[in-house]
Nanobody, 122 residues
């Protein structure tokens, strides 16, 4: 079992920045990937970014490349998502989760938290 708690979501204006945090506990070392996905009501879940713990390789959704940065510790107990230059298409509930493998487009996780709301509006 893994428990995850996200925080840091807020209402910001376009172009501003936010840093999301995720605190994980439990059997995190059983999983080789930790990452973020987002969900908008009525739309498909979208994988945002993940880290592969075996070699540090990172996946980013094309629309966030160059704007978002994922980071975390080796134990997979802390995860962050630095989001810069937020755009009107970024609002969603952001979730952190753990999975066996980090790969391109990962959006299915074995465990995830309750999510944190990001709103971008002028």
């Amino acid at each position: 079992q893994v428990q995850l708690v996200e925080s840091g979501g807020d209402l910001v204006q376009p172009g501003e920045s936010l840093k999301l945090s995720c605190a994980a506990s439990g059997s995190t070392l059983r999983y080789y990937a930790i990452g973020w996905f987002r969900q908008v009501p009525g739309k498909e879940r979208e994988g945002v970014a993940c880290i592969r713990s075996t070699d540090g390789w990172k996946f980013y959704l094309d629309s966030v490349k160059g704007r978002f940065t994922i980071s975390g510790n080796d134990a997979k107990t802390s995860l962050f998502l630095q989001m810069n230059n937020l755009k009107p298409e970024d609002p969603a509930v952001y979730y952190c989760g753990v999975s066996l493998y980090c790969h391109e487009g990962l959006n299915e996780y074995d465990y995830w938290g309750q999510g944190t709301q990001v709103t971008v509006s002028s």
